[in-house]
């Protein structure tokens, strides 16, 4: 399938350690990016690999701002228990993507699901916690086979782990 990349965030974001926890398998799981829209991050705990290091986190105003500023060619899949969206089995994860979540306890706003090029729905009848619902999605991808960021290089682990928490 070739090279491609792979966002992932959260919409009005409930908890931060929920963001620490995803962006924790975001890295792992060959993420390129993580982002917030309509919440800001602040350091804690739930990330103990320290991804904040080598996984760069955009932070957006609201749900426009990050739409204003997708990356070119890409689409945004909104992840969200909606009549319209398409089971996770069956979907084909696109090769530039941004996954968008919504907050637990009120999903992805109008705004958003409206303006998604795709919705996805996973299993089940609840929603699930967000970074569970973000680490799921991604392992579907991969398990798929579509193209994630490229593994952090040796280099690169070696100069982190030089530069500290810093």
């Known amino acids: 399938m070739g090279s491609g990349f792979v966002g992932i965030g959260i919409e009005n974001g409930k908890t931060i350690p929920n963001l620490g926890t995803l962006w924790r398998s975001a890295e792992i799981l060959g993420a390129s990016f993580i982002f917030t829209a309509g919440r800001r991050y602040r350091k804690q705990s739930s990330d103990t690999l320290k991804s904040w290091r080598r996984l760069p986190l955009y932070d957006y105003r609201d749900f426009s701002d990050l ?4 990356p070119y060619n890409c689409q945004l899949v909104g992840i969200e228990l ?3 969206a398409t089971t996770l089995a069956s979907f084909v994860h696109p090769k530039l993507c941004v996954y968008l979540l919504g ?4 999903g992805l706003t109008r705004e958003a699901r409206e303006r998604c090029h795709k919705l996805v729905q996973l299993p089940g009848e ?15 991808r991969v398990a798929k086979g579509a193209p994630m960021a490229p593994a952090v290089t040796q280099e690169a682990a070696e100069y982190s782990a030089r530069e500290g928490d810093s």
Do not use: K, W
């Not at 739409?67 to 997708?70: N, R, S, V």
């Not at 970074?131 to 392992?139: F, H, I, M, N, R």
């Open 103 to 106: 907050a637990e306890d009120n």
């Open 82 to 84: 909606d009549p319209r």
């Open 67 to 70: 739409y204003e500023h997708l």
């Open 126 to 140: 609840h929603s699930l916690n967000v970074a569970a619902c973000g680490t799921v999605v991604l392992y579907d």
